[in-house]
């Protein structure tokens, strides 16, 4: 028996409504697969199939929903586009346990759960919630709850990261987060350091999914860090969240909503913190930058500076912030108000000055300063430099680095009849990451 195809009449409603083109709906799926960790190659004739019955790979169809819902701004649903296969829906977790659950499971097979991969630039952005005084307990009756082993391990991932970057652990940190954390806040009462302390672990989980580049399971774990925070009262933890949720913001293009995420950061209340303040106001300074708000981005820059005078006692797990932070941030404004000596200049500052653990973010760095020493037309020196980036990246598993390895290779392939940059192509093409 011949099987024939109904065409998707839904999605090509929708499409007309867009005023897309196949090939424009196609490279709008590559870029949010981009974001999310995703290298993606449709064109207009992988459209073409969609439309005439043929249901996408996964991810694709939940990435077609987000594109269609981004250029529509109303929520698509994967039965609005005429997506209905055999995936059953499942329910809308309605607490933090549940969806730590489900977050695990995403990291480990993240294809198989492309709703939770996508970023969604469009979602609402929290503000700051007003401080709670802790209570020690959460809820009432139930057992009490030893939390000390989340403590504990904080600093533990956090090293793991800091050292190799957020795909050595992420997973290892989601699973534990979904079989240990979350049946902690299941109970029905717990200590409010439970709730910290989740909240904590969720902000490092996030930034190492980040790092992956799995952008959209970075954003849904920096809210359940944000909402534990609030539960738990912690303030510092809240702003934390809402700092890296603008970064992350910055990174991928999203300059309005960072400014508002900046800010709502700076609204939480750190009076006590000077290091968590600086660092709030180095990221608004950013976002005001980008935003061509320059008067205010060098005052809070200086703010900021200022501020690290303050500072004293050891550095936190997560949330660090120093003088090699702050020029990292300097160097993104000055490239931003379009001053690329000075945003060298401080790279270079940033590189020198970041501490011997850090060695994930010291490669970030050097592949950053490569890049505008070679815009800057220093290809000796940008050569130089991304020689000291080859030198970490084998150490490494994070595909941040993978990315700036591979930018690498496309920025100097028009110079490559130049010596220094065909020794260095040779080189970065023999290396592997682990």
């Known amino acids: 028996m011949v099987s024939h195809r109904v065409p998707n009449v839904q999605l090509r409603a929708l499409l007309a409504e867009a005023q897309w083109t196949g090939e424009q709906l196609a490279g709008a799926v590559n870029r949010i697969g981009a974001e999310s960790g995703w290298r993606l190659a449709y064109r207009r004739a992988s459209v073409h199939q969609w439309l005439t019955g043929t249901l996408p790979r996964s991810p694709a169809a939940d990435l077609v929903c987000v594109a269609l819902s981004r250029r529509l701004r109303r929520p698509i649903a994967l039965t609005d586009a005429g997506f209905d296969g055999p995936r059953p829906a499942l329910p809308p977790a309605t607490d933090s346990g549940t969806l730590l659950v489900r977050l695990a499971e995403a990291s480990v097979a993240p294809d198989r759960h492309g709703s939770l991969l996508a970023y969604q630039p469009a979602a609402l952005v929290p503000g700051p919630a007003e401080p709670v005084a802790p209570t020690g307990l959460v809820g009432a009756g139930g057992p009490a709850v030893r939390q000390d082993v989340l403590a504990l391990l904080l600093p ?3 090293s793991v990261d800091r050292a190799h970057g957020g795909g050595r652990a992420r997973t290892a940190l989601a699973a534990f987060l979904a079989t240990t954390v979350a049946p902690m806040l299941a109970v029905p009462a717990h200590p409010s350091a439970v709730l910290r302390d989740a909240a904590r672990l969720c902000y490092l989980c996030a930034f190492m999914h980040l790092d992956d580049e799995l952008n959209g399971l970075a954003d849904q774990y920096y809210r359940r860090a944000l909402e534990l925070a609030r539960q738990a009262g912690d303030t510092a933890t809240q702003a934390m969240a809402l700092r890296a949720m603008a970064a992350q913001a910055y990174e991928l293009g999203r300059p309005d909503r960072s400014l508002r995420l900046a800010r ?8 006590s913190s000077p290091r968590l ?3 709030v106001l180095g990221q608004l300074a950013l976002s005001e930058a980008t935003a061509g708000e320059r008067t205010a981005a060098l005052r809070h820059l200086s703010e900021a500076r200022e501020l690290l005078t303050r500072v004293t006692g050891p550095p936190p797990a997560i949330g660090d912030y120093h003088r090699a932070s702050w020029d990292h941030q300097s160097a993104l404004v000055q490239a931003e108000l379009g001053d690329l000596t000075g945003a060298i200049t401080h790279l270079k500052a940033s590189v020198a000055r970041r501490p011997r653990g850090e060695q994930r973010s010291r490669a970030i760095l050097l592949g950053k300063l490569a890049e505008r020493q070679l815009t800057a037309g220093h290809l000796e020196a940008a050569c130089t430099t991304w020689h000291e980036f080859l030198d970490a990246y ?21 110079h490559r009849r ?13 290396l592997r990451p682990r």
Do not use: E, G, M
């Not at 490494?396 to 392939?413: F, G, K, N, P």
């Not at 130049?418 to 023999?430: F, G, I, T, Y």
């Open 156 to 158: 533990v991932f956090s």
């Open 264 to 271: 709502a950061a700076a609204d939480c209340r750190l009076a």
């Open 277 to 279: 303040r600086a660092a």
């Open 394 to 414: 084998p150490l490494l598993t994070s595909r941040r680095a993978h990315t700036a390895r591979t930018r690498l290779s496309r920025l100097l392939l028009p």
């Open 418 to 430: 130049r010596p220094a940059a065909d020794h260095l192509l040779q080189r970065a093409a023999a």
